[in-house]
């Protein structure tokens, strides 16, 4: 889902708007304006709400547009968690506007929880930055994989099926949610973070990030997920990678070790044809 984490983005965005730290002391809080930083903060949200996303593109910082490279891959961030905003309102600006704003919007949206295949609803108070660039303002609004897409490729071993629902593309490293479903009659024990890898069609691997920021590295799954008997897991995999280019590749993941309760012999699951498609091309639209 977007506005992946609020606190860092704002952050983030203060640091690179604003030159002067005392005209941005923290909690120094300014009702919304009426003015044109507001008027395109506005904009962009509404193009957003109304899934406009080539008119979003190209509201954003060089930057930015940079990082995405094509509005269609903007596009898929939002198309992967089918998240489209409902309603917003802006309740809060902060910064004088001499060198931008940080705007607080508050957004209700609905978007596809993975974990449960069903679509929900969420109200949450989102960033939104504003920079001066060319003479111009320009919207600053990070945080997001430079592309993604939803899919549902599975292997299955052992009563254990796990399933790939979405792959995101960041800068430097690959984010796969991934789910564990047991259907078998005994316990499962998988220990990702010993030994699986993503490889893509040409075999080159990557391998997990393994570390204690949480963000990255998925506690559940690191410390070794015990599954009983009709239970299931949704989590995030993170791999490591060096900075690559948007084209098209087919990727495949393999998951081990997992263990039976009373096998003799650790065991592990492919899931193949992971084909890195943006959300809605695989149905042709």
């Known amino acids: 889902m977007r506005r992946r984490c609020a606190a860092w983005v704002a952050a983030n965005m203060v640091c690179a708007a604003m030159s002067a730290p005392p005209a941005y002391a923290r909690g120094a809080l300014a009702d ?16 957003l709400r109304d899934a406009r996303y080539a008119a979003a593109f190209a509201m954003l910082n060089a930057g930015a547009r940079a990082y995405y490279q094509t509005s269609e891959n903007f596009r898929s961030v939002f198309a992967a968690d089918a998240y489209r905003i409902t309603a917003f ?17 508050r957004e209700t949206a609905r978007y ?21 660039e060319g003479g111009a303002w320009r919207i600053k609004d990070p945080g997001h994989p430079k592309r993604a897409f939803a899919l549902h490729a599975a ?15 960041f800068a430097r490293r690959i984010e796969a949610v991934v789910s564990f ?3 078998g009659t005994v316990f499962v024990t998988a220990l990702p973070y010993a030994k699986s890898v993503l490889r893509d069609a ?21 410390e070794g997920l015990r599954l009983a008997p009709n239970a299931q897991y949704t989590g995030t995999l993170t791999f490591a990678c060096d900075a690559r280019d948007d084209s098209a590749r087919t990727f495949a993941l393999t998951i081990a070790p997992l263990l039976d309760d009373g096998g003799d012999l650790p065991f592990s699951i492919e899931v193949d044809a992971i084909a890195a498609v943006p959300a809605g091309k695989e149905r042709g639209e």
């Open 32 to 47: 919304v304006p009426h003015d044109a930083q507001t008027a395109l903060v506005e904009r962009y949200l509404h193009a």
């Open 155 to 169: 292997g299955q071993a052992h009563g254990l099926r796990v399933t790939v629902k979405k792959m995101s593309f």
């Open 181 to 183: 479903v047991n259907t």
């Open 202 to 222: 040409a075999g080159q691997p990557y391998r997990l990030i393994e570390s204690r920021d949480w963000s990255l590295t998925d506690r559940t799954l690191f």
């Open 89 to 105: 309102k802006l309740v809060e600006a902060r910064a004088d506007g001499t060198l931008g704003r940080v705007y607080f919007a």
């Open 112 to 132: 596809r929880d993975h974990a449960h295949d069903v679509d929900v609803s969420v109200t949450a108070t989102v960033p939104v930055g504003v920079v001066p």
